[in-house]
């Protein structure tokens, strides 16, 4: 059974730096492209982050040059580091495997960020 677990979502100030990370199990992300996409309240999910099997790594133009994708093949896991965090950040992410036509996804994280 594939799981896609994310942790590390919480409450945290503008400006402040939060790090997700995304545990799978029952697949080897490696082989993956694993991305972090988001959903706000009344707005369509997104993609935030992706980094494909080789490495390479696409971002929203929003988060460019707050947020970093990377990935922890031995771990598993798949985790996203942001900064420099505004109010429009807060939403639900969410963790996606993706090996077409097969995609995960996990239940995703809170991230609120509020003065």
């Known amino acids: 059974q594939v799981q896609l677990v994310e942790s590390g979502g919480g409450s945290v100030q503008p400006g402040g730096s939060l790090r997700l990370s995304c545990a799978a199990s029952g697949i080897r992300a490696s082989m993956y492209a694993m991305g972090w996409y988001r959903q706000a309240p009344g707005r369509q999910r997104e993609l935030v982050a992706r980094i494909t099997s080789g490495g390479s790594t696409n971002y929203a133009d929003s988060v460019k040059g707050r947020f970093t994708i990377s990935r922890d093949n031995a771990k598993n896991t798949v985790v996203l580091q942001m900064i420099s965090l505004k109010p429009d950040d807060t939403a639900v992410y969410y963790c996606?495997?993706?090996?077409?036509?097969?995609?995960?996804w996990g239940k995703g994280t809170l991230v609120t960020v509020s003065s």
């Open positions: 996606n495997a993706d090996f077409p036509p097969r995609s995960y």
